[in-house]
């Protein structure tokens, strides 16, 4: 059961509206490396946990933290909407404050919302629950979380870049920071369960020896001229020291 | 800011588990009738209100609640499929417990969940964010709740006759009586704001006399002999009591 | 069966074309705002009408006219299209008729139409058919009508405020004056069932003992310092006068 | 603007419902091969023709008549759902009849409309728009029209194999009929824009000589081992005698 | 199994960044009418063909050209996206080589790529795979190719007319070249198998004695007036030589 | 550009053919653990790469593989299809063999694509593009390539357990010792790149100190009650060496 105390995790405010910047942070609302994808993914990989309960609570822990920043981030683009253009009624090549900006708006925050964020992405795709990854294997699951807060944080820098506005980038850096710990979170529990040569292959379940073990080290070339791209991949110890590439 | 009890707001068991039945609760998780889609809807209804600050906090914190609702459905979905057979090893015909209950069930919750529930419908279509409506207009909201509250409770109550299991029965009795509740709850908004006579027609910002008034209270006929499928929408006063129809 | 007079049912011109008005106008068309969706919503809920003829008959009439809906909008594109610019190869800062006004038009008017309407909404997101809510229960269908008009009013008025175009404004005074009727007929539906008294809760098919009755009328709370937001909805009779709040 | 008399364009009747039936003929209402499918493209490029008006008008008149085959799917699937079992409450291995059927419903049949058709496919996906192909170029609408309507009757040869009752089968051989035509409808009109020879390359607007002409007619290989599949594309004259393979 | 050389099956160089046109280039990538399309749907008509195996070679060394064009096109994009606008931070209005073409970019290219293509459209929509069709009647499979090269190449012709880029102007002459082939490529499949009389209708495998044979050639009318738009279809021999319209 | 030897990568052969077993292998094609979204995500991450040469050619080069296993899953597919039941003629409930496996299949298997494999999951939901990561961040790519094929060798083992045809199994087992190899190089990459301490966070472009660094390596409690889910996690060094949580 969840509970709200109708607050921000952290202040959220903004000096210059800016109706293109409300369209953009949407990609780290409704986007795929936004935030109700973690928050979703985190509470069904909570739900669906079988193994030892403190894994559990700290899924559901963290997936409600998230909740959170969809609501810091839909507060963020309700505040760059104020002041918005409406309307198309002059000249949209009288007005660069008015007609140019209104061309970079997401126009659902005009027609659809009366000035409020919508769950989806930069572009107006609606967020789909496909995104929210949870395998019911936890070392599968842990580097799906690794990735999601990775693509969130590139996103949150990208998104610092692009705006010069102070109180924007106080918040985004509120965000980077807990994608910083949030990076770090999955993997300790990767290091928790063992560590890479634990956990590998995922699932480490499966009895290696059924594998066609021939292929299970080798890296294929499918360059026609025969040549193989090398690097680490095509030779020395395989990462689980259980083969050599 | 959200926080967690990590308890179920109502308890939730099942004595025989059913796989099928699994399958059939997913359309309450992620279903267009689902808890996933109010959860989100009244969130971003109060993530957007620029109205009355009670209006805001009542959305919030029935959103609230309604996150609970995904976790007591996930649940349920979880213990409905223990045991649940996973294989076509044996001859489909063979088993009727084990083959034939493998044809009607979801089969990513076997071969993506690893038993546990999605945020998809009962057709495995993944819910889509195109779902959440908050229009800005809190009338016109108000009735989309309405709605969904209605279509959840129809859902919950076809779930239940479905059913003969006493813990699922128990379940989803809270359930529709919460349905039940926020049915009330909307229309109680739309009193607050006046009644069917003050909010309609939404949005009522519009003045009437701009519109093409001859059409505003006439039932248009597209029979092609001229006849009218006549009712109460064809006679008398309108429900506004601004024109007769 | 249906029949066509290949005529427009009111009037649609334009006098100053305006490629991103036509973006715009693509909400009205294929959004969940929009004219596909009510036509097939009304169609979908005739065609599965179990109960007395003539609410059949009134459905399927209503479909039939929102067919003509989507006609008028897509005629309207189309002559918003008329000039529009194609090219980027002047300069897009040198022409502010041309290069700015692409930035702000759905470049598939261009790409995939030919300067023609999409099924697709202002962000060219494909109308899909999920959103055709037809549920078998007629009085949750009639408030999920409700809610479409009023969303599609909603919609309507805030492209008339978009536009100073005197023939776009006719046009959308007479789709404003349509989802004025629509709201009220839906509305006159609900009132021939009985009204709220009678058709609440919404199944009114279930015994309302078999629920957990103790929830049935409570406003819960799920505010972390044990506050309720107060409103209408937490003191006095609930709307169906069978219980208090 | 359109019109409807209340009545199906050929009789719908079913002796023996069949819920699993049900399920199948939803591929012809909203599968990419189906009803709604073809009843939007022939209006999209109806409502954005540009040229002569009789292809407008003879666009317009089809898509008409594929409304009524919406109509008439529609009432198939409802009356194969009549006494659809609607429970799982008996030990789904106990009734043959009942349990194993609804293995193969649409779930959403029960859980969602009530008993009635649905605007998605076989599999529960909902028909996008996405697949309404109006590109503004006649003779490429054309081919995908032909296109829709090779695809149309295979579906309903395949949903004709698929059942004995003849009332299904009745109905069946009416829409295939209706298919026949309607691909030789479309190869009639480009026979009369001038046949390949006229309308080829599509489109034929853009000068020929403005291509990389060495490889307008030439099967390029990508076999690895440089041989080329034969066949009348690799030998002989172009299909537009303007060119040799 | 699959190949590469890792070049270029065509020289791909932009002398003109343009962002805005990388955005409109999408479109050719993971719009409908796209080569992931192509590529992926001859691919499944080839894996799925049961005939004989020179048109599954046919199809499957075709399948593998498209899959270099998608390379060039994303090639194509990446370098029209080389120093675009990052960043909101100055006015908008001031600076019309930076603001003004980013209000024009699909955003996703800043935010989600770090500039490089994505597999979407020119709305920012990702392709997705109901387009592939791959019926298992080749003769409608044929028709469907040439649906998709016959749009292909409308939009390579419209990207053509887009830009004044010599370098992207070569790639799109390139790209056309190829449309021209694949559309005499699939009508010399058709030819082969006999030509419109020996493939119609599709499927061929039914027997017309089974149609409603009184509807087979037919052009039925839907004009309320009950007049019928003539033309080729409606007078005059089927294009099957087998009835009458 | 690509090339094919039109053989597949690895033996697929069937010794008892399972149309329940074909819609479960749908999920290794289309679905989100599956063979089209690795093909296109390296291959997309190959086209956007503007680092060294080698990452950008090793990636190119395992997508081609991946395309391989596309081949060889629709193959798979497909003769597990043969002799599928066709018809629901007979009594359901009279054949086990025929009716009962009707009802566990992808229905679209017999009406969309004569027995042939479709490129969506074992829900018959169609791949979508939105599945294909590729950030621009090598760092976080790989991540999601682990992640891809951690949850893609998940599927596999579990596709392996619900089968025992020998030649399937064979089949699964190859795929699944390559999923064991590109799990191994992708976290090879990454130790090149430098291993979690050079990586870390990602993007590690961003300078740590503009982050708000009190909030970088807590664990923050979102319980109820104030009690924190204790484990590696919060407290110790992070995975970064650079703070402590
Ligand atoms: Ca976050
Ligand atoms: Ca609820
Ligand atoms: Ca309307
Ligand atoms: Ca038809
Ligand atoms: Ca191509
Ligand atoms: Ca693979």
Same mark, same amino acid.
């Given at each position: ?11 959220? !405010? ?8 409300? =369209? ?22 909570? @739900? +669906? ?6 894994? !559990? ?6 997936? &409600? ?9 839909? /507060?963020?683009?309700?505040?760059? %909407?104020?002041?918005?253009?409406? *309307? %198309? ?18 126009? =659902? ?17 609606? @967020? ?7 395998? +019911? ?9 690794? &990735? ?9 820098? !990208? %998104? @610092? ?7 924007? !980038?106080?918040? %985004? *850096? ?19 369960? +063992? ?17 066609? /073990? ?16 090398? +690097? ?9 020291? =259980?083969?050599?590439?």
């Amino acid at each position: 059961m969840f509970y709200t105390d109708g607050k921000l995790q952290f202040p959220v !405010r903004v000096e210059q509206p800016n109706p293109v910047f409300a =369209r953009a942070l949407q990609q780290a609302i409704g986007g795929v490396e936004g935030e109700i994808r973690v928050a979703l993914q985190y509470m069904f990989q909570a @739900f +669906g946990a079988r193994g030892p309960a403190k894994y !559990r609570d700290m899924l559901l822990n963290t997936a &409600t933290e998230e909740l959170g920043h969809i609501e810091m981030l839909a /507060t963020a683009v309700a505040l760059n %909407l104020e002041n918005a253009p409406l *309307s %198309l009624q002059e000249e949209v090549s009288a007005d660069a404050v008015g007609g140019a900006v209104l061309n970079g708006m997401d126009m =659902r925050h005009i027609l659809s919302t009366g000035l409020a964020a919508l769950p989806s992405d930069a572009n107006g795709v609606p @967020f789909d629950c496909s995104h929210v990854y949870a395998s +019911g294997n936890i070392a599968g699951d842990m580097y799906a979380n690794v &990735t999601a807060e990775a693509t969130g944080r590139t996103l949150a820098v !990208r %998104l @610092f870049n692009m705006t010069d506005d102070p109180g924007m !980038r106080e918040m %985004l *850096s509120f965000l980077i920071a807990r994608d910083t710990m949030h990076q770090q979170q999955w993997l300790a529990v990767l290091e928790e369960l +063992g560590g890479e040569q634990a956990v590998l292959p995922i699932p480490n379940s499966f009895p290696q020896e059924k594998e066609q /073990t021939d292929f299970s080290y080798a890296y294929l070339g499918h360059m026609i001229d025969g040549s193989i791209p090398e +690097g680490r991949w095509s030779d020395g110890p395989a990462m689980d020291k =259980r083969g050599m590439f």
